[in-house]
């Protein structure tokens, strides 16, 4: 019996890094998985990759815009008629938004909130009907330790990293007010070794172990994070184990929060 048997799960953001880490660690540990990316072949191999592995029928992939209702409203439907229903939402997408305060552009900003808020809001929005009917049922939001801590170089993805932490508790305590049996909590990764620091490394000009180096030092447990690393976290958010946890913010950050 796995941590999660049972479970039916949604991720997005599935194709590659903490969103392709978590599904798998989902469906090695009992649940029936929908990867979902702007990306669909990528998803789709991840899912096809997953099966091999688990079983036929345990994991399902769809292209998603994560900033569409239209296409929400696609995925909720998949997950209903092809696993049934769902019991847990990972809302992962996201990307880097460049620029400080002078250099930001307000169309990079909104396309920050666009993919890193709109779609946790459209989501939640979306997929509770259907999570009402298979309670208990947990809501995962990626966040960032950028969302709790500030940098002078990234203001637009400090303001939308820290909109999912607080957009969370709403939904926690919404639920909560409601008598549903559904958690929501969001995760606050620090650096990761996932594609999204690799577009950092290629920005940079310099080789990558420079760039993991200096990073590292910036962490007081002295090393880059892993995406398992992440999708531990996740793991138990989805769980039963964490049945008393909501409206939490789950800082996996290596201490970097704690100086």
Known sequence: MGRVNGKLALVTGAAQGLGAATSWMLAREGAKVL???INADGAA???AAIDAECGAGTAFSMRHDVTSEDDWKAAIALAASAMG???ILVNNAGIG????????????WRRGFAVNVDSVFLGCQTALPLMMDNQPGSIVNISSIAGLIASDTMPGYNASKAAVWMLSKSVALY???KG???RCNSVHPTFIDTPILDGMVASSGHAKEVIMGKLARQIPIGR?????DIANAVLYLASNESKFVT?????????ISAK
């Open 247 to 255: 409206g939490a913010e789950l800082k996996v950050d290596g201490g």
């Open 180 to 182: 549903w049996d559904i």
């Open 224 to 228: 880059v994070g892993e995406p398992n």
């Open 35 to 37: 990867l979902t990316d």
């Open 97 to 108: 938004v460049r620029g400080n305060i002078e250099t930001c552009t307000l169309e990079e």
């Open 85 to 87: 229903g769902l019991s």
């Open 45 to 47: 191999e991840q899912a």
């Open 175 to 177: 639920c909560g007010k």
